[in-house]
C-alpha cells in the first residue's frame, strides 16, 4: 500500500518553473520544482531544460523515498500565503532591528534576506551531503552553513574570526618568508666572504677598479682602498641578496608543488574510494 501511494505520487504532476538565466558562456535556461527543494535541472533552451527536469524530478522521488524522506505533494509550495507570524526572543528581535538600520533597509526585507541565504545554504548543504563525500563543502562553505544555521550572533561571530584569520594568516607568511630571506642572506653573505681575501690578485684587482672612482678626490691611498673595500661590500651584499630571494622563491615553489601533489593524490583516492564503493539500491517496500 505505501508503494502504490509513492507510485501515485510520482506520476501526479509537479509545476516547473523556468528561468532565464545568462553567463558568461552564454544564455541558460534553469528548470525548477518549488515543492521539492534541490530539485533542478539546466540546459541551453527551454526544451532541454524542461526534459532534464523530468529525469531529475524521477530521481529526486526515487532518492527521497529510498532515504524514507518525506515527499510534499504537487501543489504544496502554492498553499502558502506568504505571511507568517513569528515569535521570537526580545534580544534576538532587537538585533535585528538594529542590523537593518546598518543596513539601511526595513526589518521585513532584512528577515527575508536572511531567510532566503540561510535556505540557500541549507539546500546547498543537504544535496553536497546526499552526493557523497566526494562532492563535500569546503571548510568555508561549511562554517558560513553553520553560523547561517545558528543565527545572526554566529554570523557576526563567524565573520571576525575569518578576518581576523586571515590577517594574522598574512602576518604569519610575511615575517616567516622575511625570517627565511634574511637568515639566507646571512649564509650566503658568510659563505661568499670566506672566499674573499686581500691576497686574491682577483679580489685586489675589483678594489682597485672600484677605488678608482674616488681618486680625483680622494688622494689619500689607504682612504681609497678603504672605499673600494666599503663598495665591494655593497656589491657582494647585494648579490647575497638576490640569492636568498631565489631561495625563498624556490622553497614557495617546492612548497606549492607539494601542496598540489598531495591534492592531487587525495582526490585521486578519493576517486578510487568511490568507483569501487557499491552503489545504494533504492529500499522496495
Known amino acids: 500500500m505505501p508503494r502504490q501511494a509513492s507510485d501515485k505520487q510520482s506520476a501526479a504532476p509537479y509545476p ?4 532565464h538565466h545568462s553567463n558568461g558562456d552564454g544564455p541558460e535556461w534553469r528548470a525548477t520544482v518549488e515543492e521539492l527543494p534541490g530539485c533542478e535541472a539546466r540546459g541551453s533552451t527551454p526544451e ?17 523515498r529510498a532515504e524514507g524522506r518525506e515527499v510534499p505533494p504537487p501543489g504544496a509550495a502554492a498553499a502558502h500565503s506568504g505571511k507568517l507570524l513569528v515569535r521570537m526572543p526580545r534580544s534576538l528581535h532587537g538585533e535585528l532591528v538594529r542590523a537593518s538600520e546598518r543596513e539601511g533597509t526595513s526589518l521585513n526585507a532584512y528577515i527575508v ?11 546547498a548543504s543537504g544535496s553536497e551531503q546526499r552526493s557523497g563525500p566526494a562532492d563535500a563543502p569546503g571548510a568555508t562553505s561549511s562554517g558560513l552553513t553553520l553560523a547561517l544555521k545558528r543565527g545572526p550572533t554566529f554570523i557576526l561571530n563567524f565573520i571576525v574570526v575569518f578576518l581576523t584569520t586571515q590577517s594574522l594568516g598574512g602576518v604569519i607568511g610575511s615575517a616567516l618568508v622575511g625570517t627565511f630571506i634574511t637568515w639566507r642572506t646571512r649564509f650566503h653573505l658568510q659563505a661568499m666572504a670566506d672566499h674573499l681575501t686581500l691576497i686574491d690578485p682577483l679580489v685586489a684587482q675589483r678594489i682597485t677598479q672600484l677605488a678608482a672612482t674616488y681618486g680625483r678626490v680622494i688622494t689619500d691611498r689607504s682612504l681609497l682602498n678603504a672605499e673600494g673595500v666599503a663598495l665591494l661590500g655593497q656589491q657582494v651584499t647585494r648579490e647575497a641578496t638576490v640569492l636568498a630571494y631565489n631561495d625563498a622563491f624556490l622553497a614557495i615553489a617546492l612548497f606549492a608543488a607539494c601542496t598540489i601533489a598531495v591534492m592531487i593524490l587525495h582526490l585521486a583516492i578519493r576517486a578510487i ?10 529500499a522496495v517496500s
Open 48 to 64: 532541454s531544460a524542461a526534459a532534464a527536469i523530468h529525469e531529475e524530478l524521477a530521481r529526486w522521488l526515487r532518492t527521497a
Open 16 to 19: 516547473i518553473v523556468l528561468a
Open 273 to 282: 574510494r568511490k568507483s569501487i564503493s557499491p552503489e545504494p539500491q533504492p
Open 113 to 123: 534576506a536572511a531567510l532566503s541565504a540561510s535556505v540557500a545554504w541549507r539546500r
